[in-house]
Nanobody, 113 residues
Framework: QVQLVESGGGLVQAGGSLRLSCAAS????????MGWYRQAAGKQRELVAG???????TYADSVKGRFTISRDNAKNTVYLQMNNMKPEDTAVYYC???????WGQGTQVTVSS
């Protein structure tokens, strides 16, 4: 079965950086696209960034130029580097395997102003 474990969240001041990690198991990781999503309190979950099996990336307009998604197929892990963070980035961040509905437990990111 597919399992996803997110980590790396925390409290950071506006303008700061965090790096999230998502370790996947139960899939042939290198063959799957991966995505990072976030859900702020009282809001719907939204796609933040995606990366295809071939390494093509896509970003939400709100994070373009600040966030970078990457993957390490040898470690079955996808990363989200978040720079120049803003209070509106505060949310629980989740990763997902493209085409699957399995979610991890998420990791809380809080950006203080």
């Amino acid at each position: 079965q597919v399992q996803l474990v997110e980590s790396g969240g925390g409290l950071v001041q506006a303008g700061g950086s965090l790096r999230l990690s998502c370790a996947a198991s139960g899939i042939i990781f290198s063959r799957n696209g991966m995505g990072w999503y976030r859900q702020a309190a009282g809001k719907q979950r939204e796609l933040v960034a995606g990366i295809s099996s071939g390494g093509t990336t896509t970003y939400a307009d709100s994070v373009k130029g600040r966030f970078t998604i990457s993957r390490d197929n040898a470690k079955n892990t996808v990363y989200l580097q978040m720079n120049n963070m803003k209070p509106e980035d505060t949310a629980v961040y989740y990763c997902r395997v493209a085409g699957w509905t399995v979610w991890g437990q998420g990791t809380q990111v809080t950006v203080s102003s």
